[in-house]
């Protein structure tokens, strides 16, 4: 069975969302396939956030400013993904 992930048809109009842009909305968005096949609970690592995207890290920052991620000690939670 293959990991899947779940997205509310309002997704894109969510404010967090339209204030992080739309290049950071894909990146969020190739983070939750990831964690979801990786099965890290929401959990972005330093290390995989070259692997999501090319030149995401100030999409990670854009991310971080608009309370979708989370930083930690070695990359990134994001907010409320087990909920």
Request: glycine residues 8%.
């Amino acid at each position: 069975m293959s990991p899947w992930v779940r997205l509310d048809d309002n997704f894109a109009e969510h404010p967090k969302l339209v204030k992080a842009g739309p290049r950071a909305g894909w990146l969020h968005v190739a983070a939750l396939c990831y964690c979801s096949r990786q099965l890290t609970d929401g959990h972005v690592p330093e290390t995989a956030l070259r692997l999501l995207m090319a030149g995401a890290r100030p999409l990670a920052d854009r991310l971080v400013e608009a309370g979708l991620w989370e930083v930690n000690r070695d990359g990134w939670n994001i907010h409320d993904y087990l909920d």
